[in-house]
T-cell receptor, first 116, second 110 residues
Framework: GAVVSQHPSRVICKSGTSVKIECRSLDFQATTMFWYRQFPKKSLMLMATSNEGSKATYEQGVEKDKFLINHASLTLSTLTVTSAHPEDSSFYIC????????????FGPGTRLTVL | AQSVTQPDIHITVSEGASLELRCNYSYGATPYLFWYVQSPGQGLQLLLKYFSGDTLVQGIKGFEAEFKRSQSSFNLRKPSVHWSDAAEYFCAVGYDKVIFGPGTSLSVIP
């Protein structure tokens, strides 16, 4: 099957610092990767879509300068939360898809970010 | 506006009973339709998907879903629930971008 990993699984940081979260497709090349944010007992909110070698496309209301996304290779995308604040605390989930839009997205296990 | 609704926030069923989780969507055209399950500490897992063709879709773990165009619905069903089915279930729709519904939390009574 297709496996997507995220690292770290949990991170705690101080307010004002930056945090990088990695998303890797382990056994396939992902033409498109997605980043979601999930609040407690809430649904997934799409933050941005990234294609390898291109700039990410952010959803309305998502600050691109705060949530930096890099999709440098077909197996790796990173999300950097810059100058994190307590309100950025959340569960961040990535997904990866190979090929066209009707293909399945494979989800990573998520990263729990806590900003103190 | 595009949206997905799952009217039931939480459902409790007895093990062995049948299950139906509701999903309605609002979209410009018939989108691709998905059901995902999220267990604690696990990533989302695709249960089934509908792109076209037969409106009754079979998925993994004994789940099935029926697409009804006239009702803009894609309800998930299982004839006999197992305790291990307790989880959060998300309906999702879209093409390049997928919109998730708010989720239905399923509890199973032994």
């Amino acid at each position: 099957g297709a496996v997507v990993s995220q690292h770290p699984s949990r991170v705690i940081c101080k307010s004002g610092t930056s945090v990088k979260i990695e998303c890797r497709s382990l056994d396939f090349q992902a033409t498109t990767m997605f980043w979601y944010r999930q609040f407690p007992k809430k649904s997934l909110m799409l933050m941005a879509t990234s294609n390898e070698g291109s700039k990410a496309t952010y959803e309305q209301g998502v600050e691109k300068d705060k949530f930096l996304i890099n999709h440098a290779s077909l197996t790796l995308s990173t999300l950097t939360v810059t100058s994190a604040h307590p309100e950025d605390s959340s569960f961040y989930i990535c997904s990866a898809r190979k090929g066209p839009s009707y293909n399945e997205q494979f989800f990573g296990p998520g990263t729990r970010l806590t900003v103190l | 506006a595009q949206s997905v609704t799952q009217p039931d926030i939480h459902i409790t069923v007895s093990e062995g009973a049948s299950l139906e989780l509701r999903c309605n969507y609002s979209y410009g055209a018939t989108p691709y339709l998905f059901w995902y399950v999220q267990s604690p500490g696990q990533g989302l897992q695709l249960l089934l998907k509908y792109f076209s063709g037969d409106t009754l879709v079979q998925g993994i773990k004994g789940f099935e879903a029926e697409f009804k165009r006239s009702q803009s619905s894609f309800n998930l069903r299982k004839p006999s629930v197992h305790w291990s089915d307790a989880a959060e279930y998300f309906c999702a729709v879209g093409y390049d971008k997928v919109i998730f519904g708010p989720g239905t939390s399923l509890s199973v009574i032994p």
